[in-house]
């Protein structure tokens, strides 16, 4: 069983930066593949980032959605057992829930159904 706690959403104006952290437990937080998926309201939840379990940092170990790459990137601290998801330059159409999920076996993945762990979610809010 692994545990999964977001924390760093907030308000921000357009073009601002937020750092979101989630801390895990429970497992060798090194051995499980990370994602950020987030949901806007109406909206079914989407793939924003994924990093390579055993990796250090987001360089040649990760993947993003189109809509954000560039703007937001996804690295990891083993040692303290948590992701983090920097995002800048951002849109109001980025305002939703961010979730962050680990998979157990198996590398990188984009969708919903490959992960076995969620957290509770973190409201990020963009205003314009």
């Known amino acids: 069983q692994v545990q999964l706690v977001e924390s760093g959403g907030g308000l921000v104006q357009a073009g601002g930066s937020l750092r979101l952290s989630c801390a895990a437990s429970g497992r060798t937080f090194s051995s499980l593949t990370m994602g950020w998926f987030r949901q806007a309201p109406g909206k079914e939840r989407e793939f924003v980032a994924t990093?390579?379990?055993?990796?250090?940092?987001?360089?040649?170990?990760?993947y993003y959605a189109d809509s954000v790459k560039g703007r937001f990137t996804i690295s990891r601290d083993n040692a303290k057992n948590t992701v983090y998801l920097q995002m800048n330059s951002l849109k109001p159409e980025d305002t939703a829930v961010y979730s962050c999920?680990?998979?157990?076996?198996?590398?990188?993945?984009?969708?919903?159904?490959?992960?076995?762990?969620w957290g509770q979610g973190t409201q990020v809010t963009v205003s314009s």
């Open positions: 999920a680990a998979r157990s076996y198996g590398n990188i993945a984009t969708t919903v159904n490959r992960y076995d762990y």
């Open positions: 990093i390579t379990r055993y990796s250090t940092t987001s360089t040649g170990a990760a």
